[in-house]
């Protein structure tokens, strides 16, 4: 089993490989591929749910995919995304949300988005036995205060984002995920603290990386980000499948007399 210890040893010596997951099926091919963490990210909601960013989905919603992932999870360590407005300051209630998550649906960890602000929640958690991984860089969960999803930490913000850094890897968290910074700042960040950075856009000096299972699958019909690579054509594959299939029943092609049952 790949443990939050596993992970940290990892840092200087082999590449972590981070990837989410959203259900039982994805999971599967995750855990197939010997991937080091799934991450049931809160993109579930801009991908496999349909909205439009990932602020709508509820945490009763992600606990119900989680579930799904951990049963499928295999040796991969499982980390639940706590979406957008899990937390708002009730420390003992947020624990108990963000707990649940390993308690009923069988994850090893959660990641939240957020710096310095952060660092109370954090020490709850850790405190409480709940692994974190912190989120710095791009947050899609403050799309709106970003007016847009934009690269972070250009300029004077980076000595901010490290300053950031610090402060979480302080607080306890066991592994960083940066998102759509320069790789020059991804490599610093990496380089500043002892815990695996996990990046997103943030360039090869990382101590891991991290991708969206839609993206890389190629299941979703849109542009792909510029962070991300296409391993597969799968909504291409998949949506070519069903014309064949609806083909095959308006011409009579399907059912054959091979998927019919007989009398005995
Ligand atoms: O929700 C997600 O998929 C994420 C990754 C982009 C790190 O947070």
Request: aromatic residues 6%; contains cysteine.
């Amino acid at each position: 089993m790949i443990t939050t210890k596993t992970i940290l040893a990892q840092k200087g010596k082999q590449k972590i490989v981070m990837l989410t997951a959203y259900d039982a099926i994805t999971a599967a091919m995750a855990a197939r591929a010997k991937v080091d963490i799934i991450l049931v990210g809160d993109s579930l909601a801009d991908t496999a749910l349909g909205y439009p960013n990932t602020l709508p989905i509820s945490l009763e919603a992600m606990y119900h995919h989680a579930a799904a992932v951990a049963r499928a999870s295999g040796e991969a360590l499982v980390v639940f995304d706590l979406p957008f407005l899990a937390d708002c300051g009730d420390i003992p209630r947020d624990v108990e949300r963000a707990g649940h998550a390993l308690k009923a649906c069988g994850c090893h960890a959660v990641k939240l988005e957020g710096g310095a602000y952060r660092v109370p929640f954090i020490q709850a958690l850790v405190e409480r036995g709940i692994p974190v991984m912190g989120h710095l860089g791009l947050m899609p969960q403050h799309v709106h205060r970003y007016g847009g999803m934009f690269v972070q930490g250009r300029g004077d913000a980076a000595e901010r984002l490290l300053l950031e850094a610090k402060a979480l890897e302080d607080a306890g968290i066991f592994a960083l995920v940066l998102e759509c910074v320069p790789e020059e700042l991804g490599g610093m960040v990496s380089e500043a603290i002892k815990v695996p950075t996990i990046g997103i856009g943030a360039g090869r000096s990382c101590d891991g990386q991290v991708q969206v299972i839609a993206d890389l699958l190629g299941l979703l019909d849109g542009k792909l980000p510029k962070h991300a690579k296409r391993y597969a054509l799968l909504f291409e594959q998949g949506a070519r499948a069903v014309e064949s299939y609806v083909d095959d029943v308006r011409s009579l092609r399907f059912p054959e007399e091979s998927n019919c049952f007989g009398d005995q």
